[in-house]
C-alpha cells in the first residue's frame, strides 16, 4: 500500500512539473534558511556554556556610580580575585586576568604575533583546561615561564611536543626570555576566550604597581563558587566588597553567571537589558517564518490543483478508500516533496555554509556525524511536511463524492478566502523584513557616514614598539619629508571604545552628586592636527609653552560645560592632585558606539607614555603612501614587522554585530520575497488556466491584454496593498524599539514605507504579469474550445 502511495506521488510530481518545482524550490530554500539559521541560533546559545560545573562560574561586575549615571564594567580592582579567595568561604577557585594583549614572540628566525592574556593559576580550573604537555598543577606558578595553547604552539613551532623550549617576547621596548612551561588543548570554539599564550598574572602585577590600589580597574576576575552556593545570595552578599576597603569608592559590586554574560550581559543604568538574545530570538523567528511562508507556498499550490485531483478523489471512495488512507496518501506525498527538498537544502547549506560563516564571523560547520542534528533534520522535515500537506489532505479527503461528479473545477468561497488569508500573511511578513532592513541600513549608514569630529578616512594607526617608541621623534621627522603625509603625531587612544578613564575630576563649585566619569587621552604635540579633532576655542599644546606637559589640559566640549554649569568661565580643575588650565576646548568626538553620548575627555601631554602613531595622508596616494610608511618604520625598526590599520575600518568594528545584523537581513529579506514570488507565480499559473474560457470570451468581445491583465491581476494587486499597510505597522513599532536603542540616530522617515510598498507590488506585479500575460495573448478560440 505504501509503495503504491509513493508511486502515485512520483506520478504526479512528473504530471503537474511546474507545481512541483515551485513546491521543490521554495521548500529547499525555506528548508536552507531555517537550517543556516539554526547553525547560527546554536552556536550563539551554546557559547560559554560547554563547561562542566557551569552554573558554579561567574564574572564579578562592578556598577559605578556617576551622579545619576550608573556605568557597569566587567573591570575590577587587580587584587580582589586573591581577596575573594582568601575572605570569602563559598569561592573555590578565583583568578584575576588581564585583556587580551598582542606580543611578538621570537623563537628561532620565526617572528609572530600571538595574543594571549596574563592570569593566575586558577583560570587553568575555572575554564577546566587540559594539559597537551606539562603538568597543569605547576603552569603560571614561575614568572620565567609561558603557557601555549595547542594554537599557539602550533604556529610558533609547528607541533605541541615543545615544554622546556626558549621563546623571546618583545612588547613596546621591553624583551623577555621565557621557558615554556606547558601546552593546553584549545578551549571549543564556542568559548570566547580564544588564546595563544597565557603568562603568569604575577609578573603583570609586578610590574604596575597600580594594580594593588583598590580604587583602580583594568582587569577582570572570575570565580568558581563551592558546590551548593547560591548564586544570587553570594551576588547580593558582595555588593560592597570593595566600598568596604575603599571610603571613597562608588562602586557596587556584583556576581554574575558566566553561562549568560554573552547573551544576556548587558546593562543600561544598573539595569539589565536585552543583549545578544534579542538578535539571537530575531534570526529564529526569521528563519521560522521563511519555512512557514515556504509551507504556505506549498499549502496554496496544493490547494489550487485540488480541484483537478477531486475526481481522482471521487473515484478512489467509489472504489472503497477510506478518509484515513486518502489523509495518508497526500501526507505521504507531501512528506516525500519535503525529503527530496531536505536533501538539496542540507547540499546546498554544505556549499554555503564558508560565505554563511564569512558573512557572521563564525566557524560553523554542517555536523554530519551528529545524531542530535539529523534527528532534529527529521522533525523539521516531519513538521514540515505534515503542516505543508495537512490542509490540503484533510481538505481533499473531506470531498463529498457527489458534489465532486457535479462540479469538480469550483473552489469553496472557504477555500478561496484561505488562500488569501495565506498571501497576505506571506507578504506581511515580507513587509516587515523589507522596511526593518531599510530602516537598520540608514540608521548603519549615518553611524558609518556621520562627522565624528575626527578624520578618520584620512587616519593611519601606526603600533609603536621597539626603536619606534625611543626613536619617535626621527620616525616623524622621516615620515614628514613625504609631501603625502600631512601630520604625525602619537597617544594612549585608540578612538574605539573607553580605555583609561577616571571619576577623580575636581573644579570650583562642583556639585556633589556630580561626579561623572572622564576620559584620560594622552597625546603628542600635533594630535589635534593628525587627528583632525576641532578646536573651538583656546589653543593646542604648545612647544613653546613647556608647562603644557606639567599643567595644561584640553578639553571636549562635554567635560567643559560640565564644569561650566557649575562655575562659569572657570578656566581651571584639578585631575587627581594637580592643578591643570585649561588651554584648549575641542569639538565633541566619537569614541564609542551612537548607542552612548559622547563621554567627557580629558587631552594631556604625556609623550612618553603614549603607543599608538597617527599619521594623517593625502588619500588619493594611500598605496604608495603606506609603502612608504612600511618602509621606514623597517629601516627604524627592523626587530619588529611593521602593523598598521586604517581608522575608518577600526571604527567600522564598532558596529560589527549590527553590520551583521543589517546584512543578514538584507539577505533574508530578499529570499522571503523571491519565495512568496514564487508563490505568487504558481498561484497566477493556476488562476490563468482556471480563466481560460473566460479569457477567450473577452477576447473576443473586444477586450485588450491590458484589460485581462487587470482582471487576473486586480486581486493580488489588493492583497499586497493591504499586507503592505498592516505589515509597515508593525514594522514601525519594531523599528521605534530597535532605534531607542541609539543615543543618535535617524527619524523614521515618511517614504520608509513608500519605498517599501513599491518594492514589493512592483516585484509581485511583475511576478504576475509575466505568468498572465501568456494567457491574455493566446488564441480566443483555443481558449474556448479548452473546456
Not at 571549543?188 to 580604587?215: M, R, V
Not at 504558481?682 to 473577452?698: C, F, N, P
Amino acid at each position: 500500500m505504501i509503495k503504491n502511495y509513493f508511486k502515485i506521488a512520483l506520478r504526479g510530481f512528473a504530471k503537474h512539473r511546474l507545481t512541483f518545482f515551485i513546491n521543490l524550490f521554495g521548500l529547499t530554500l525555506g528548508l536552507w534558511a531555517a537550517i543556516l539559521i539554526g547553525l547560527w541560533v546554536d552556536s550563539e546559545l551554546r557559547t560559554n556554556r560547554e563547561f562542566a560545573d557551569l552554573d558554579r562560574i561567574y564574572r564579578v561586575m562592578e556598577h559605578q556610580s556617576y551622579g545619576a549615571d550608573i556605568f557597569t564594567t566587567s573591570s575590577t580592582p587587580g587584587v580582589l580575585a586573591e581577596s575573594m579567595k582568601e575572605t570569602l568561604s563559598e569561592v573555590e577557585f578565583a583568578s584575576t586576568y588581564t585583556w587580551s594583549q598582542t606580543q611578538l614572540f621570537i623563537q628561532g628566525d620565526k617572528r609572530i604575533r600571538l595574543e594571549g592574556i596574563y592570569a593566575m593559576p586558577d583560570l587553568l580550573k575555572i575554564y577546566q583546561y587540559e594539559a597537551v604537555q606539562g603538568n597543569l598543577d605547576h603552569m603560571l606558578t614561575e614568572n620565567n615561564h609561558v603557557v601555549l595553547t595547542e594554537k599557539g604552539a602550533f604556529s610558533l613551532f609547528g607541533r605541541t611536543d615543545v615544554v622546556g623550549e626558549d621563546v623571546e617576547i618583545r612588547q613596546g621596548t621591553d624583551s623577555k626570555n621565557f621557558i615554556v612551561q606547558g601546552v593546553l588543548k584549545d578551549l571549543p570554539t564556542s568559548s570566547s576566550l580564544q588564546l595563544d599564550y597565557i603568562l603568569p598574572y604575577a609578573l603583570f602585577f609586578a610590574e604596575n604597581d597600580w594594580l594593588s590600589d583598590w580604587g583602580n580597574n583594568g582587569p577582570s576576575t572570575i570565580l568558581k563558587l563551592r558546590a551548593g552556593t547560591n548564586g544570587e545570595e553570594f551576588s547580593q552578599s558582595i555588593v560592597n566588597y570593595i566600598a568596604d576597603r575603599n571610603e571613597e569608592s562608588n562602586v557596587k559590586l556584583f556576581a554574575y553567571p558566566l553561562g549568560d554574560l554573552y547573551l544576556y550581559g548587558q546593562w543600561k543604568d544598573g539595569q539589565l537589558i536585552e543583549g545578544r538574545i534579542k538578535n539571537v530570538k530575531l534570526f529564529a523567528m526569521i528563519g521560522i517564518f521563511v519555512l512557514i511562508i515556504a509551507c504556505i507556498n506549498f499549502m496554496n499550490l496544493s490547494t489550487a490543483k485540488s480541484q483537478k485531483r477531486a475526481k481522482e478523489v471521487g473515484v478512489r471512495k467509489v472504489a472503497g478508500a477510506d478518509k484515513q488512507s486518502l489523509i495518508f496518501q497526500f501526507l505521504s506525498e507531501s512528506i516525500l516533496l519535503s525529503l527530496f527538498a531536505a536533501i538539496l537544502a542540507v547540499l546546498l547549506v554544505a556549499l554555503t555554509l564558508p560565505i554563511f560563516n564569512s558573512l557572521t564571523g563564525k566557524e560553523m560547520s554542517v555536523p554530519f556525524l551528529s545524531g542530535i542534528f539529523w534527528l532534529q533534520l527529521a522533525t523539521v522535515l516531519l513538521i514540515t511536511g505534515l503542516v505543508a500537506g495537512s490542509y490540503p489532505a484533510f481538505y481533499l479527503s473531506a470531498t463529498k463524492v457527489v458534489s465532486v461528479f457535479r462540479s469538480f473545477t469550483k473552489a469553496g468561497k472557504g477555500v478561496v478566502m484561505a488562500r488569501k488569508t495565506l498571501v497576505l500573511f506571506q507578504f506581511i511578513l515580507a513587509t516587515i523584513l523589507i522596511v526593518s532592513t531599510l530602516v537598520v541600513y540608514q540608521q548603519i549608514n549615518f553611524a558609518m557616514n556621520q562627522d565624528l569630529g575626527y578624520s578618520k578616512d584620512q587616519l593611519i594607526q601606526v603600533t609603536l614598539e621597539g626603536e619606534l617608541l625611543d626613536r619617535f621623534d626621527i620616525f616623524k621627522a622621516e615620515l614628514e619629508k613625504n609631501e603625502d603625509i600631512l601630520a604625525v603625531s602619537r597617544s594612549s587612544f585608540g578612538f574605539l571604545g573607553r580605555n583609561s578613564n577616571t571619576g577623580g575630576v575636581s573644579w570650583e563649585g562642583k556639585a556633589p552628586d556630580n561626579s561623572a566619569l572622564f576620559e584620560i587621552i594622552r597625546v603628542d604635540y600635533d594630535f589635534l592636527e593628525a587627528s583632525g579633532l576641532q578646536l573651538v576655542k583656546g589653543r593646542g599644546f604648545d612647544r613653546v609653552n613647556g608647562a603644557d606637559s606639567v599643567s595644561g589640559a584640553i578639553l571636549n566640549e562635554t567635560a567643559y560645560k560640565l564644569m561650566e554649569q557649575d562655575h562659569a568661565g572657570s578656566e581651571f580643575f584639578r585631575l587627581w592632585d594637580t592643578e591643570r588650565s585649561i588651554t584648549g576646548i575641542v569639538k565633541d568626538f566619537h569614541f564609542e558606539s551612537f548607542r552612548q553620548n559622547v563621554a567627557p575627555a580629558i587631552l594631556l601631554l604625556d609623550p612618553k607614555n603614549t603607543w599608538q602613531g597617527y599619521v594623517k595622508v593625502n588619500t588619493g596616494k594611500i598605496r604608495e603612501t603606506v609603502a612608504f610608511l612600511e618602509s621606514t618604520a623597517q629601516r627604524l625598526n627592523p626587530e619588529f614587522p611593521f602593523d598598521y590599520s586604517f581608522m575608518d575600518e577600526n571604527y567600522a568594528r564598532l558596529y560589527q554585530e549590527d553590520v551583521r545584523l543589517r546584512d543578514l537581513a538584507q539577505y533574508f529579506s530578499i529570499l522571503t520575497i523571491l519565495i512568496s514570488c514564487l508563490g505568487l507565480l504558481g498561484l497566477s499559473a493556476h488562476i490563468a488556466e482556471q480563466k481560460t474560457k473566460e479569457i477567450g470570451i473577452r477576447k473576443v468581445l473586444g477586450a485588450s491584454t491590458l484589460s485581462i491583465l487587470q482582471v487576473i491581476n486586480r486581486e493580488f494587486i489588493l492583497i499586497v496593498i493591504l499586507s503592505v499597510t498592516i505589515g509597515s505597522g508593525i514594522a514601525f513599532w519594531l523599528m521605534q524599539d530597535w532605534l531607542s536603542g541609539y543615543q543618535y540616530k535617524i527619524d523614521f522617515e515618511w517614504w520608509f514605507i513608500p519605498a517599501a510598498a513599491m518594492l514589493i507590488l512592483g516585484i509581485a506585479l511583475l511576478t504576475v504579469c509575466l505568468q498572465s500575460l501568456g494567457a491574455a495573448r493566446s488564441n480566443p478560440v483555443q481558449a474556448i474550445k479548452s473546456e
